[in-house]
């Protein structure tokens, strides 16, 4: 990850639809083909809340293989999965998050330092682990975008 996504908030995402937690190590993100569009991304989507909808495409913007993923809860497409990244992509800034949340399909909350007065940030969040993707709640383990194609 580039270094200057560490002071970056880590954030917990939630389907907007039913309220599932989908993520517990979001971050805000910007769409660098469209800069308006709000978006979130993680490196690590709760496996058992989010899974793949349909097949993989690509876009008029790149040549990226992605797919829609959704929410295992209650159906609805919360955003996409890259799964074969492009070159072009691969070359410019970007987070490591190949997992994308569209803004209008989410919510998204700061979380919580271990003081608890402030926020954890991404350069103190460890690597992500098996735990990490079959946690659904827990941040206890956690001590340790901007620019998405």
């Known amino acids: 990850m580039h270094p200057g996504f560490g002071k970056k908030s880590v954030l ?5 639809y039913c309220s599932s937690n989908i993520c ?25 809340k989010v899974g793949s909808i349909g097949r993989a495409y690509s876009t008029s ?8 993923v959704g929410c295992r809860q209650c159906g609805n497409v919360v955003g ?4 074969v990244p492009c070159v072009t992509c691969l070359q ?8 994308i949340f569209h803004g209008n399909a989410i919510s998204a909350q700061e979380v919580p330092g271990r003081s608890g007065s402030d926020v954890l940030r991404w350069d103190k969040i460890a690597e992500v682990s098996e735990d990490t993707l079959a946690s659904d709640d827990s941040f206890e383990d956690l001590t340790e975008l901007e620019c998405i194609r």
């Open 12 to 16: 917990s995402v939630r389907c907007c």
């Open 92 to 99: 410019s800034c970007h987070n490591g998050h190949l997992w």
């Open 61 to 68: 913007q790149c040549r990226c293989k992605i797919c829609d």
């Open 24 to 48: 517990n190590r979001g971050m805000k993100a910007v769409l660098l083909a469209d800069t308006k569009q709000e978006l979130f991304s993680t490196d690590a989507p709760l496996e058992s």
């Open 80 to 83: 996409y999965h890259v799964q």
